[in-house]
């Protein structure tokens, strides 16, 4: 299926690319940063505790990781590409959260 002149299932673009890359920053110990960190230090000042975080374009999933690590009782992360979920479930693996999250492949502008 074409949407705006790029196949969604060809993640030539850079999804995969730029999903790998941020799961190697992950892993050497910044799980979120730039932006992404601004906005889980504004979630949990406000109060992530028992809350469920739903993560649309999750990417490599360090939203969602780190807002069940701070408290959130669940998470679940939506991106494009099959790449992105598949590290971000990793991570969350890796990490101890993935009880408490989910990953999955899925255009969220049609949800």
Known sequence: MQTDGVDEHDERCCFGEWAAADAR?????????????????????????DRTVLDLGCGAGGVAIESVA???????????????VREARALSADSGTGGRTSFHTGDASVA
């Open 70 to 84: 701070r408290g959130a009782a669940r998470a679940t992360g939506i991106d494009l590409s099959d790449v992105a």
């Open 25 to 49: 920053r992950a892993r050497s110990g910044k799980r979120v940063r730039g932006i992404s960190r601004d906005l889980v230090e504004a979630l949990d000042r406000v109060g992530l505790k």
